[in-house]
């Protein structure tokens, strides 16, 4: 049966004994099937032959055909215990010196005369050339050599050859048996090769379009998987039952809050309530703009789950963040005779040994923390809803793994980032989404500009203005030292790549050198920097002062982009704004008009001259300008930029991954447009057959992907 021969062992295969199959092994590589989705890393273009002469760049690879023009001759250099082989091969516009080291078997090889496509750098000494230990491969006018050879990820003891060689043998060990587990009608559907053509072509592609065509069926098979995979999750998760909470009254709540609540609000508070008064588990996203009042509807489902005889945990990303929800909900629920708790990686062992002793025995109704909330030995007697805030940096596993911590109990995710459609599908396709899509009445705009460095003038006396008026300030600067981590250097230059920083990008605003700049600026004011290498106690630390108005100005890097509510701050400030994303820049936007102050927004060019900058980054300035919705600005910045560099603009890179779910060859920003069909065809095909009971190998492949146990899936 087909199915066996992929499960062959890898040690059938010719040349492979115990040694090289624990080579094998350290690479995942068991047997057969493993090994034809090891696929390569890269493709070496072999196919643009040149002539010796005409190869000028001795820095990297060149093709060339030679003939050996001397007999191969084989030096022992006894000293370093090294033997070398050498000989002469020529073209039509020169004579190359060919050196091997420690490979005096070859000798047999180059038989004078004989024709050969070497592959390596050249290097010309004189009027002669030189190649040290080139890849060759024998060449007969009426055999021509593939232009495209693989290159694999080695592990020691493997060499290109071996894996290509193995590769070829166990393409021709399955010849056509290689089962095809996509149904046909949806590889036709979506203009996709076979399996078979797929599998050979990305090993051994026969050119680009059949690579590209390879590629396109692989990537979607990995989307279709995970796509299957959500909705198992999703059905998992409802099997699993959860707490029926229908008692929840939440005019008590309502009467301490200082306001009315938006419709909006009131729309969303009723789809949480509706889901939690059923024993299928909530699991919803609420997506709303900076300041829409999230934190309202967070509390309404706590509060249901408390009042109906349950517990509640509220987890942020950060402590500064987890702190200030405590500083702001703890009072209320107090007042309610609720007992609430704060648990961050801060707090002393025996505060978390008690805090944890309260939860698991249930006299702890409510608990506020950050991931320290996930940890061993975090258990709640009688768990109700775990709301995360802030989420977009957990994806679909971490979420289940949560779900699985409450054991049966609603999930509730707060997320300020607008994502559009398609996208929202990959990073949250298990959940139902609610949206607040109003903002509180009389909110005031936070008037934005953009300006260059000639105003740095008037900026500083207006920071002045501001403070004697009582107000206070965020400065915002990209980064800490000049480097900060090798992923902003990545981020940095896929945005270069995309043509939004102009080649000649300003110098990056230090940020250690710029806060102390800003001290000794502003002696009569106190100004304190906070960054993420700082430890989270002094960050906190700095944290509290700002927001208890002890502090003038706060320098910082992007720490405090996300929540940080500091009502009286009214003027914020961006260095460099050019290097920050869209959706980045109203978040940061977000931090200030939160109070009754008039509040402004100043982006800062990184040059001294607007002109400096690029056009991109202009019409992105001048968006922050013009626009004041943040689902309109994400949308803006997706027709900008794309689903990559929208989803890459300040977020983790975690997200690329969906959090957990590791794919081989799909990446989930820049094959958005196959992430959607690939949900499309699973919503057909689990409509047909909801169980995959017709499809037991799609059925296990999820099971591969999402690590699910073996009932999951009956
Ligand atoms: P976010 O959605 O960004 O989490 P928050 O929940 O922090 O927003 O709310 C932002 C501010 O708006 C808070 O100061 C909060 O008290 C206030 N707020 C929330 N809801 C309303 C409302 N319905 N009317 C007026 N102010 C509100
Ligand atoms: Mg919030």
Known sequence: ??????????????????????????????????????????????????????????????????????????????????????????????????????????????????????????????????????????????????????????????????????????????????????????????????????????????????????????????????????????????????????KGDITPLLRQLPFPLTGAQSRVIDDIRRDMATDCPMNRIVVGDVGSGKTVCAAAAMLIAVQSGRQAAFMAPTEILARQHFADLEPMFKSLGISCDLLIGAATPSKKEKLKAALASGELRIVIGTQALLSDGVEFAEPGVIVTDEQHRFGVLQRAALAGKGGRAHLLVMSATPIPRSLALALYGDLDMSVIDEMPPGRKRVDTFAVDGSYRA?????????????GQVYIVCPAVEERETAADEVELSSLAEDGILPDTAPPLKAAVQFAEEIRQKFPEYKVEFVHGKLKSKEKDAVMKRFSEGKTHILVSTTVIEVGVNVPNACLMIVENAERFGLSQLHQLRGRVGRGNRKSYCILVYGGDDISQCGETARQRLDTMHECYDGFAIAERDLAMRGPGDFLRGGEDETIRQSGGVKFKLADLCDDAGVLSSAFSAAKKLLEDDPELGAHPELASRVQSMFSLDDDTLN
């Open 1 to 246: 049966m087909a199915i066996n021969i992929l499960e062959t062992p890898i040690t059938k295969l010719r040349g492979v004994g115990p040694v090289k199959a624990q080579s094998y092994a350290k690479q995942g590589i068991a047997n057969v099937g493993d090994l034809l989705c090891n696929y390569p890393r890269a493709y070496e273009n072999r196919g643009n032959v040149e002539l010796l002469d005409e190869i000028s760049d001795p820095d990297i690879k060149h093709s060339v055909i030679l003939t050996v023009a001397t007999e191969p001759k084989g030096v022992r250099l006894r000293a370093r215990h090294m033997s070398m082989l050498k000989f002469r091969a020529y073209d039509d516009s020169g004579t190359a010196e060919i050196t091997f080291f420690n490979q005096d078997y070859l000798k047999d090889k180059f038989v004078l005369g004989s024709t050969f496509r070497f592959w390596g750098k050249v290097e010309r000494v004189g009027r002669r050339f030189a190649m040290s230990s080139p890849a060759f491969e024998p060449w007969y006018d009426d055999r021509p050599l593939r232009d495209l050879l693989p290159v694999y990820r080695l592990s020691e003891g493997l060499t290109q050859k071996q894996i290509s060689e193995n590769i070829e043998q166990a393409m021709a060990l399955c010849g056509s048996e290689i089962p095809d587990d996509l149904p046909n009608a949806i590889r036709i559907e979506y203009g996709l090769c076979t399996k078979n053509f797929a599998l050979k072509n990305i090993h051994a592609p026969e050119n680009y379009r059949s690579l590209a065509a390879a590629k396109k069926r692989l990537i979607f098979d990995e989307f279709f998987t995970f796509a299957l995979g959500i909705s198992v999750t999703r059905k998992r998760i409802r099997r699993s039952g959860a707490p029926v909470c229908d």
């Open 458 to 470: 008037r900026l500083d006396g207006f920071i002045r203005k501001n403070i004697d008026e009582g």
